[in-house]
């Protein structure tokens, strides 16, 4: 038995499973813990570990032009115990790889049951965890306690935990018709690090807002689950809640067109303007101001691709409101997801700020690496942003993040996708040398992304010694 002090997990959700694991397979002791079944969720249904909620699906599995499937590969590499149960028990989907949701919680409860440096116990740790545990893994989702939330919240001292998310979509900059849209900023303002051209703009008529209008109050919307019991508040209305109350309700918010002139049309007011603003540092992601919204995902897509210069856009996240617990992580969080205030917490999964299973579980991998790591005594070199794992965590950790006058704009969940990854220069051609265009360059160019991700994590794991295989 090892003489090493254990370290702590607090949720066995997908994170703190593949967390456990990682700490594990490193030979370093941990405990789990799991609240359930001494204490339930409205979500949940078993006491399994890494029960999954909602749907059975871990999304695209093609690690050559998808981003989640790139991911995929790359946990299978550092030896993931949910990529390897889930293979394990994988049901037909397509290019998805969804799973027995049943069989996949009993296999990865059965593993982490039989490893002789895995404890499980059950019960809830409310508040932070005990003075003694020197090094805890937080990883308890979007349904963390209230107590554990108070705790965290008191110390920081700020109010730094979100309780109500509300997501604009996020389009990606290529797929915007800059023929129809320009840049310029309200009355062409200069703010700090800006140069008065710093929006995105795409102009409406009065006949295409009407149309507009009249599709957001007719599409199809999700309601609230009883669970989440959430008010709205005015400050991120469902941009169709603000359509219910007047049609022009929206032409004096989001889509006011107030100092703004179409440099190809200068003697034509636009009757209503959306507006887009950059999302990352990277300028390959931005997001369409004040769109909250509550349609559903198949709606969206059709609705926002008739405003005019988003008829092909291509959408990184589309839109949501919801109740959800998470960290400002960029704030809060240093590089290897220790809580500033505290560094014997690290956080794990949903409540960092990635949205989806195997971004949770991703997140949970690293995190679990980051500590074992810290227990043995060993470097864990930083992951490249080149790599999916490396651009979800300089995500999470803010590396992506535009600054405002205020600081860091305000920090949303997100799935892994290209729009985090550093741009990379390239010229896509035929086999022929004839210049490729349109679908094609795009796949390309994917391909040259998820190629040079592979390269830079082989380098990376060539210099650590952390085990590079489940068993």
């Not at 703190?16 to 001494?38: C, D, F, K, N, T």
């Not at 082989?458 to 952390?466: I, R, T």
Request: aromatic share 6%.
């Amino acid at each position: 038995m090892s003489k090493l002090q254990p370290i702590h997990v607090v949720g066995g959700g997908l994170a703190g499973s593949e967390a456990s694991w990682q700490i594990a397979q490193a030979g370093v002791p941990v405990v789990l813990h799991e609240m359930r079944p001494v204490r339930g969720t409205d979500a949940h249904k078993t006491d399994g570990l890494a029960e999954l909620v909602c749907s059975n699906s871990f999304r695209s599995d093609d690690a050559e032009t998808n981003a989640v499937g790139l991911l995929h590969q790359e946990m299978r590499s550092l030896g993931s115990l949910i990529m390897a149960k889930g293979d394990a028990h994988q049901v037909p989907a397509g290019g998805a790889l969804a799973v027995d949701r049943d069989g996949f919680s009993d296999a990865v409860t059965g593993a982490l049951e039989a490893h002789p440096l895995v404890t499980i116990e059950r019960g809830e740790i409310a508040g932070l965890p005990p003075e003694d545990w020197s090094s805890v893994i937080v990883a308890t989702g979007p349904l963390t306690s209230p107590a554990l939330a108070e705790a965290v919240l008191s110390l920081t001292g700020e109010k730094e935990l979100a309780f109500f998310d509300a997501i604009a979509p996020i389009v990606y900059r290529e797929s915007i018709n800059m023929d129809v849209a320009w840049f310029q900023s309200r009355y062409d303002k200069v703010g700090p690090g800006g140069t008065g051209k710093d929006y995105i703009n795409c102009p409406m008529t009065k006949e295409q807002y009407e149309a507009f209008v009249d599709a957001l109050l007719t599409g199809d919307k999700t309601e609230f689950k009883d669970w989440e019991n959430t008010p709205y508040f005015d400050g991120c209305l469902p941009i169709e809640v603000m359509a219910e109350r007047g049609r022009e309700t929206l032409r004096h918010g989001p889509m006011k067109p107030v100092g703004l002139t179409d440099p190809r049309n200068p003697d034509v007011k636009p009757y209503a303007i959306v507006q887009l603003r950059q999302d990352n540092a990277l300028g390959t992601l931005f997001n369409m101001v004040g769109f909250q919204t509550k349609l559903k995902y198949g709606a969206q897509t059709g609705i926002f691709r008739m405003i005019p210069g988003l008829e092909n856009a291509e959408f990184a996240r589309l839109g949501g409101i919801h109740r959800n617990t998470y960290l400002n992580s960029p704030k809060l969080l240093d590089p290897t997801l220790r809580l500033q205030a505290m560094p014997r917490l690290r956080f794990a999964g949903q409540i960092t700020g990635c949205e989806g299973y195997v971004e949770s579980a991703a997140i949970g991998l690293m995190t679990g690496r980051f500590a074992a790591a810290e227990r043995l005594g060993r470097a864990l070199p930083p992951l490249p942003a080149t790599t999916a794992l490396g651009a979800l965590i300089n995500h999470i950790t803010g590396g992506h993040i535009e600054t405002i006058d205020e600081g860091p704009r305000s920090f949303q969940p997100m799935n892994v996708n290209f729009g985090l990854f550093p741009p990379i220069t390239f010229t896509a051609k035929d086999e022929n040398g004839k210049r490729l265009r349109g679908p094609a360059k795009t796949i390309a160019k994917k391909r040259a992304l998820t190629d040079r991700a592979r390269a830079d994590l082989a380098a990376w794991k060539a210099g650590q010694d952390m085990p590079a295989a489940a068993e």
